[in-house]
């Protein structure tokens, strides 16, 4: 700057180093480093608040997409009449899933999940009869308190799995191959019968997802469903028995 007014302004004065000085710039220091720590905790209270509302958001979607395309399949099935399901807009839910596939996708692979953990775990060192019947009754359990998972499975299956093949090949495949293994294993040390595990794990599917797909037919024969608490205590125990005669060590 030139001129008169340059004149008048004048230089800074210099902080003495003695004194008051360091120890006021200290404090001064630590009151924005609390300030600065309080703003961080704040926004990272407000940033977890938003991260559980938008997972709890996407729960809620999932849970109505599941319940959507159990009853319709994915080609009955409308981005709206998920929406709806959900309590949301079309863009909102599409802000979270940009298309109907991706949502599709989404459901199968969380229920795939749901449907694996039973199996996953199976270890060698468990005694056979045990986590066979452990198994049982947990795929038991998914059939009565996650009908349909399983239905929208076979209904996957059944169109033949486009959307889900890159799964089946990967995350069951992996898990299927380990288990076969373990059931191997406890072949080979005699402590179970001579079984082909591949089909013994088959059978236990179909015996225990029977009850899910075909929760009509049950209950038109029996008069019964897995939601009866004595009714799933007898599946349960004939379901084991049948299988368990069937591969205990002659």
């Given at each position: 700057m030139t001129g008169p007014a340059a004149k008048s302004v004048k230089p800074?004065?210099?902080?003495?180093?003695?004194?008051?000085?360091?120890?006021?710039?200290?404090?001064?220091?630590?009151?924005k480093a609390a300030q600065s720590a309080g703003e961080e905790a704040e926004a990272a209270a407000f940033g977890g608040r938003r991260a559980q509302a938008g997972e709890a958001r996407r729960?809620?979607?999932?849970?109505?997409?599941?319940?959507?395309?159990?009853r319709l399949g994915?080609?009955?099935?409308?981005?709206?009449?998920?929406?709806?399901?959900?309590?949301?807009?079309?863009a909102n839910l599409l802000y979270y899933y940009p298309s109907k596939d991706a949502l599709y996708v989404a459901?199968?692979?969380?229920?795939?999940?749901?449907?694996?953990?039973?199996?996953?775990s199976f270890r060698s060192e468990d005694d056979p009869?045990?986590?066979?019947g452990a198994l049982i009754a947990a795929k038991l359990a998914m059939s009565r308190?996650?009908?349909?998972?399983?239905?929208?499975f076979a209904l996957e299956m059944l169109r033949g799995a486009p959307l889900l093949k890159p799964v089946l090949a990967g995350p069951l495949k992996a898990v299927f191959d380990a288990k076969v293994a373990v059931v191997r294993a406890w072949v080979a040390a005699g402590r179970l019968a001579p079984v082909e595990p591949t089909h013994l794990i088959f059978a236990i599917w179909a015996l225990t997802q029977h009850y899910a797909d075909f929760a009509v037919q049950v209950r038109a024969l029996t008069?019964?469903?897995?939601?009866?608490?004595?009714?799933?205590?007898?599946?349960?125990?004939?379901?084991?028995?049948l299988v368990?005669?069937?591969?205990?060590?002659?």
């Open positions: 800074p004065r210099k902080t003495s180093a003695r004194g008051g000085g360091a120890a006021t710039s200290g404090a001064r220091a630590l009151i729960a809620s979607i999932l849970a109505a997409a599941l319940s959507v395309f159990a994915l080609e009955g099935a409308s981005v709206d009449a998920i929406a709806r399901a959900a309590g949301l807009s079309k459901v199968l692979e969380q229920g795939l999940s749901r449907w694996l953990a039973p199996l996953a009869a045990e986590a066979i308190d996650h009908p349909e998972v399983s239905r929208l008069g019964a469903s897995l939601s009866d608490k004595g009714f799933m205590e007898d599946t349960a125990t004939a379901v084991t028995a368990l005669e069937g591969v205990r060590p002659r």
